[in-house]
């Protein structure tokens, strides 16, 4: 069965990278605070331990950044992120509630981009993954980097293709989504 894996690029990863890093230390600063003014050892101990193991984790993705050269993504400022709801887990449900929250819409957000081309169907990355019947279409086509799908209900979708990560001929693809989108009508 013929099929094709397609990466698009995701142009808003380091706009995600800064935010997470900018959560993160804000719960920083508010933990040292809490670890210096707060009078109940509970809070102090559990707050000393967040920082240094929120330190920790920042650390580590500091110095693999030039060493993975933006190849893979690096899962530290995540493991920081959760170190954050761990720690607020402690302290205060509500804030850790919206911590993991955040964690876990920094997870998605960073998550590869894979548009699976199928005989039957065609597997959209959109949050949650949409299936597109080739009957709800009236063309796909890549050309110069740019996928391009024409839907029946007036939509189009464009997204520029990762050629790093994608290898695939485009005539191949062309004409095999010409094939399907033939057979349907």
């Known amino acids: 069965m013929q099929q094709f894996q ?6 808003k990863t380091r706009q995600y990278d800064r935010i997470a890093l900018f959560i993160i230390l804000i719960n920083l600063v508010i933990f ?10 509970q809070i102090r101990i559990t707050s000393v ?3 240094v193991l929120i330190i920790a984790a920042l ?15 690096s899962y530290y400022k995540f493991v ?4 954050v709801s761990m720690t607020w887990l402690q302290l205060n449900l509500w804030i850790a509630g919206l911590c993991f929250l955040l964690g876990t819409l920094y997870l998605i957000s960073k998550r590869p981009m894979l548009v699976s081309v199928l005989k039957d ?3 959209y990355p959109s949050f949650p993954k949409k299936t597109i019947a080739w009957s709800e279409l009236n063309g796909v086509i890549i050309k110069d980097g740019l996928l391009t799908m024409d839907l029946k209900s007036n939509k189009l979708i464009q997204q520029v293709v990762d050629e ?10 062309n004409d095999f989504c010409k094939q399907q989108l033939s057979q349907i009508n």
């Open 6 to 11: 397609i990466t698009l690029k995701n142009e």
């Open 32 to 41: 040292i605070y809490l670890a210096i003014s707060t009078g109940g050892s």
């Open 49 to 51: 331990i967040g920082i």
């Open 59 to 73: 650390s580590i993705d500091y110095y693999l950044n030039p060493i993975k050269n933006n190849e893979g993504t």
């Open 80 to 83: 920081a992120e959760f170190i």
């Open 121 to 123: 169907k065609i597997i």
């Open 164 to 173: 790093n990560k994608t290898k695939l001929d485009e005539k191949e693809f």
